[in-house]
């Protein structure tokens, strides 16, 4: 898909993580480029690295958990840069564990919520454009698992994070229909801030016995997993499953996910019908 004279926007660019990256690197292959966040100071820096490397950005402010300022993003892409090619639903709330109820709503809004919306006006835009389109979402491991190896649960983090790769596969058919694709990454650790100063306060031990990778993955490597994802007209409704220790595998189309269940048994019971 040529991304050059059209706009490619990335919601939660604003901060030093794969937001970043990802900016950086569409504009780098020619896109313009809308950086997206509610972090205005590190939006804003996100567009100037772009632009002084000569790339096309400019930056939009928007909450995606907010419908009229995501139907506004998207307006300002199309009038900026021209016919909407490229969405990368990147944003993502701080990642918190525990059970209280205003972390879990504003965790399920940016997370699930949040793209629901951006694709939703993302795809009325590119309909428009005629020649259709990309939409990449970012979603995790966690969605995954059938309950995680630790106990410092984030149910709602991980419930969103499925949300997004049922959404992916769901909408394959806007392929078809309307030359739109919709794919999903779901990486493993990432050397951003956070999981980086965890991952470097564990020796080598203490990360097996906690299930932490050997490894981190690069905000640069995320960065060209999803462009792969976006300009890859024969890849549509697919999920990557990229385990920081291993190499990005694509999850097979259809697949059921419990290949590998083991037996449950049980007495059957005889119900009798009626009185």
Request: charged content about 20%; aromatic content about 8%.
């Amino acid at each position: 898909m040529p991304l050059r004279e059209a706009a490619t926007i990335v919601t939660g660019s604003g901060g030093t993580g794969c937001g970043r990256a990802i900016a950086l690197r569409f504009a780098a292959e020619g896109a313009g480029v809308v950086v997206s966040d509610i972090n205005v100071e590190g939006g804003r820096e996100t567009a100037r690295l772009i632009q002084a490397s000569g790339g096309l950005a400019d930056f939009f402010p928007a909450d995606v958990r907010n419908e009229d300022q995501v139907r506004e993003l998207v307006t300002f892409a199309v009038n900026r840069f021209g016919p909407l090619a490229v969405l990368v639903n990147n944003a993502s709330a701080p990642f918190s564990h525990g059970y209280d109820m205003d972390t879990w709503m504003i965790t399920a809004q940016t997370e699930f919520i949040g793209p629901l919306l951006t694709t939703r006006y993302a795809i009325d835009a590119m309909r428009l454009r005629g020649e259709g389109g990309a939409i990449v979402n970012v979603s995790s491991i966690s969605a995954l698992w059938h309950g995680r190896r630790a106990s410092d649960g984030a149910p709602v983090y991980d419930a969103a994070k499925a949300g997004l790769l049922r959404l992916t596969t769901g909408l394959a058919e806007m392929a078809a229909m309307y030359k739109i694709r919709v794919n999903c990454l779901a990486p493993g650790w990432i050397a951003t801030d956070g999981p980086r100063q965890y991952w470097e306060s564990l020796t080598t031990e203490q990360r097996a016995e906690r299930g932490v990778p050997n490894r981190l993955l690069t905000t640069d490597e995320i960065a060209e997993a999803v462009l792969r994802l976006a300009t890859d007209d024969a890849l549509a409704g697919r999920v990557v499953l990229w385990w920081s220790d291993d190499e990005p595998k694509l999850i097979d189309r259809g697949d059921p996910g419990y290949r590998h269940a083991s037996l449950f048994e049980f007495t059957r019971s005889v119900f009798p019908h009626g009185d």
